[in-house]
Nanobody, 124 residues
Framework: QEQPVESGGGLAQAGGSLILSCAAS????MGWFRQGTGKEREFVAA????????HYAESVTGRFAISREKAENTVYLQMNNLKPEDTAIYYC?????????????????????WGQGTQVTVSS
């Protein structure tokens, strides 16, 4: 497994949308964490290798959607109805496992590889 590579992000207005993508190698569960300035790193969403199981933080449920294109081993995070509090650096994460239980998804130790991060800024 190589370090995942994120793309996307940037600047959006409140209520707008952005999409992040992350490319990785291997048959792995993947996900996203984020860290705002002065805040702790927090879980956003995760998806199993098959794409059949997804997990979301309560703060993004109903607004964000995680999906994957298995042929390209790429994971996407569609972010809709963005809020200023979504402003953060978003990190793609990859597990050595193909599936992560719901109780383990928010745990940083469930993931073995982290991307460099991509900035998302939402203006009010």
């Amino acid at each position: 497994q190589e370090q995942p590579v994120e793309s996307g992000g940037g600047l959006a207005q409140a209520g707008g949308s952005l999409i992040l993508s992350c490319a990785a190698s291997g048959l792995s569960a993947m996900g996203w964490f984020r860290q705002g300035t002065g805040k702790e790193r927090e879980f956003v969403a995760a998806i199993s290798w098959s794409g059949g199981t997804t997990h979301y933080a309560e703060s993004v449920t109903g607004r964000f959607a995680i999906s994957r294109e298995k042929a390209e081993n790429t994971v996407y995070l569609q972010m809709n109805n963005l809020k200023p509090e979504d402003t953060a650096i978003y990190y793609c994460v990859v597990s050595r496992l193909g599936y992560i239980a719901d109780s383990d998804a928010p745990d940083v130790t469930s993931y073995d590889w982290w991307g460099q991060g991509t900035q998302v800024t939402v203006s009010s």
